[in-house]
Structure formats: structure tokens, C-alpha cells
T-cell receptor, first 115, second 112 residues
Framework: NAGVTQTPKFQVLKTGQSMTLQCAQD?????MSWYRQDPGMGLRLIHY???????DQGEVPNGYNVSRSTTEDFPLRLLSAAPSQTSVYFC??????????????FGPGTRLTVT | GQQVMQIPQYQHVQEGEDFTTYCNSS?????IQWYKQRPGGHPVFLIQ?????EVKKQKRLTFQFGEAKKNSSLHITATQTTDVGTYFC????????????FGKGTMLLVSP
């Protein structure tokens, strides 16, 4: 299994440009999430999905869109990039084990710079 | 909103010294998870604690969940340079188990 894959690894955008960060998992996990990581801020949840066709907002959803048409894929779209969106983006997938928790499997991350 | 706070933010130790990071939640947690992120890497799951007062060990790492299920700690005995990284605690968001709220992490630097 490849686990969780993310593309691209690095991206530079100009303010106002749009782009899609790709995320795919081959573990048949039901749950997928997008986080952004900024220095000293930890990981903050952007959007998440509990299954194909179902998405919801996390803590910092503004400026981002998601969709989940298949179990495997969960792309993150930046509508109009802003310098404040410069960050490292992690996609994660998870499954329920024993009904008590959801261990998250993280992808390698996409480092995005908006100039 | 729900918050998970971690202290210290940063710690620098000599190899062989012990290390502890603490995690506190503003609300009672159904479970707490710990992750490690190596420099330049991605977070990797270490462990989950579910029961009040639970203590779990992984070699030199000891994890505790408080009696009130609002705090947790990770203790590393006799640190090694391989322990370098940022340690995060995380608890379920109010919206359900499938989403987590993370502490800001404790960055551990170990000097040989």
C-alpha cells in the first residue's frame, strides 16, 4: 500500500491564482481530513469528510473548498490564493477501531508559498 | 471553542536526560492521541489513551491520561538523538471522533 499520497510536494503561487492540492489514499479509509501547519500553530483542521459525498468545515475553512466523489480521493481547492495561505498542508485518512478513536494516517505534505 | 494546550513549547535536553510534555484540554475528552513529527516529516501516530487514569508504555515512552480525562502527559526516559522532533497531543473535536483538534506541540531537541 502507498498509504496517503499528496501532490505536488512544493508549489509557489501568485496572489489571486487558484489551484488544487491532490490527496489520495489506498487503505479504503472512510474518513479524510485536510490540515494546515504553520510555525507555532500546530495542526489546524480545514475541512473533513466522513465518507464519499459528505464533507464538512473544520476550524479554518475560509478560502478553501473540498469535494469527495470517491472514497480514495479528497482534493483541496484554493479559490484565490492569498499570502496568508502560505503553509504546509497535510492530508490525513482514518478509520474507526474499536469504536473509541480514529488514528490518523498523514500524507507527506504539500509546502505552499503564495507571493 | 474546544482547546487543547501543550507545554512546554520547546525543550532542549542532553542525551540521556528525561523529557516530559504536558497536554491540557478545556473539556473532558473521550480519548487522547499522541503523534510525533520528525523535522521535515509528517505526523506519525504513537498511541491512543481512552480510560481514565490509563498509563501505557512503549519502550522508553510513558503515556498517561488524567483521572478527569482532561489532561495527559508523555514522558521519555533517557532521551536519545532519535527522539528529536515535535510531539503533538490531539483530542476529538466536538463534531465527532473522526476529527481531531491538535495541541501546538512540544519541539524536543536532543544534544549528543
Amino acid at each position: 500500500n502507498a498509504g496517503v499520497t499528496q501532490t505536488p510536494k512544493f508549489q509557489v503561487l501568485k496572489t489571486g491564482q487558484s489551484m488544487t492540492l491532490q490527496c489520495a489514499q489506498d487503505m479504503n479509509h472512510e474518513y479524510m481530513s485536510w490540515y494546515r501547519q504553520d510555525p507555532g500553530m500546530g495542526l489546524r483542521l480545514i475541512h473533513y469528510s466522513v465518507g464519499a459525498g459528505i464533507t464538512d468545515q473544520g476550524e479554518v475553512p475560509n478560502g478553501y473548498n473540498v469535494s469527495r466523489s470517491t472514497t480514495e480521493d479528497f482534493p483541496l481547492r484554493l479559490l484565490s490564493a492569498a499570502p496568508s495561505q502560505t503553509s504546509v498542508y497535510f492530508c490525513a485518512s482514518s478509520y474507526s477501531w474499536g469504536g473509541s478513536g480514529y488514528e490518523q494516517y498523514f500524507g507527506p505534505g504539500t509546502r505552499l508559498t503564495v507571493t | 471553542g474546544q482547546q487543547v494546550m501543550q507545554i512546554p513549547q520547546y525543550q532542549h535536553v542532553q542525551e540521556g536526560e528525561d523529557f516530559t510534555t504536558y497536554c491540557n484540554s478545556s473539556t473532558t475528552l473521550s480519548n487522547i492521541q499522541w503523534y510525533k513529527q520528525r523535522p521535515g516529516g509528517h505526523p506519525v501516530f504513537l498511541i491512543q489513551l481512552v480510560k481514565s487514569g490509563e498509563v501505557k508504555k512503549q519502550k522508553r515512552l510513558t503515556f498517561q491520561f488524567g483521572e478527569a480525562k482532561k489532561n495527559s502527559s508523555l514522558h521519555i526516559t533517557a532521551t536519545q538523538t532519535t527522539d528529536v522532533g515535535t510531539y503533538f497531543c490531539a483530542g476529538p473535536l466536538d463534531s465527532g471522533y473522526s476529527t481531531l483538534t491538535f495541541g501546538k506541540g512540544t519541539m524536543l531537541l536532543v544534544s549528543p
